[in-house]
Nanobody, 115 residues
Framework: QAQVRESGGGTVQPGGSLRLTCDAS????????MGWYRQAPGKERELVAT???????RYGDSVKGRVTISRHRIGNTAYLQMNSLKPEDTAVYYC?????????WGQGTQVTVSS
């Protein structure tokens, strides 16, 4: 199973930006897609963005136009660039990777948007 680790979370003021990084390690698997999800206190986990190996991307309605997902051309590293952050973006952000072995999740990284 792939091991997934997120980094880059922190506290930022409204209107600010953050870049999250997801690294998936391991060997012997074929990657189909990587994605970012988030979960705020008392709410269900929701889609932020996904990227398929052919480069196709999909974004959640609440973040469209403000975030960009990308993937390093080598290896299994994905990035989430978030701009114009709002207090309602505060959540734990989780990365996952979908492979021929199934789906693996990271432990999450906290993003707090507050003045």
């Amino acid at each position: 199973q792939a091991q997934v680790r997120e980094s880059g979370g922190g506290t930022v003021q409204p209107g600010g930006s953050l870049r999250l990084t997801c690294d998936a390690s391991g060997s012997g698997f074929t990657t189909y897609a990587m994605g970012w999800y988030r979960q705020a206190p008392g709410k269900e986990r929701e889609l932020v963005a996904t990227i398929v190996v052919n480069g196709e991307t999909r974004y959640g309605d609440s973040v469209k136009g403000r975030v960009t997902i990308s993937r390093h051309r080598i290896g299994n590293t994905a990035y989430l660039q978030m701009n114009s952050l709002k207090p309602e973006d505060t959540a734990v952000y989780y990365c996952n990777i979908r492979t021929n072995w199934g789906v693996s999740w990271g432990q999450g990284t906290q993003v707090t948007v507050s003045s």
